[in-house]
């Protein structure tokens, strides 16, 4: 299996990157569609509209956001399809998650990404 990668969208495209792709509900300021090089944009499984507005990027707000996104997340389908793509991406290629937020360790991203491992994971049977 190859490697689930998270990367703000403005840093320089790598080969390595493999399968990559937008996570934001919105463009990134200041970046052409031609220079992001994305396989998909999936917008439908970013915060919603509510929640990315009342996070703001706050730092202190951070762990409730994460609560919350990820309560969206387990009732979003988009969301329970990306987790199939990135399965199937990940047979043959690394899978980028790519953000625009200025803050590396407090974003959606980093949310989405500890949350598609926990999906990716085969459940234990005992």
Do not use: C
Not at 11 to 38: C, E
């Amino acid at each position: 299996m190859h490697e689930l990668y998270i990367k703000q969208v403005y840093l320089p495209f790598a080969s390595t990157d493999g399968y990559r792709v937008l996570v934001d509900r919105i463009w990134p300021r200041g970046i052409k569609k031609v220079d992001a090089h994305l396989d998909s944009w999936e917008k439908k499984i970013a915060p919603s509209n509510e929640l990315r507005k009342w996070f703001h990027h706050d730092p202190q707000r951070f762990e409730i956001f994460k609560t919350k996104y990820r309560e969206e997340l387990e009732q979003n389908g988009e969301a329970q399809r990306l987790v199939e793509i990135v399965r199937k991406q990940l047979e043959t290629q690394n899978v980028t998650l790519l953000y625009g937020a200025k803050d590396t360790q407090d974003n959606q991203a980093v949310v989405l990404k500890e949350w598609l491992l926990e999906k990716l994971v085969p459940s234990k049977t005992l």
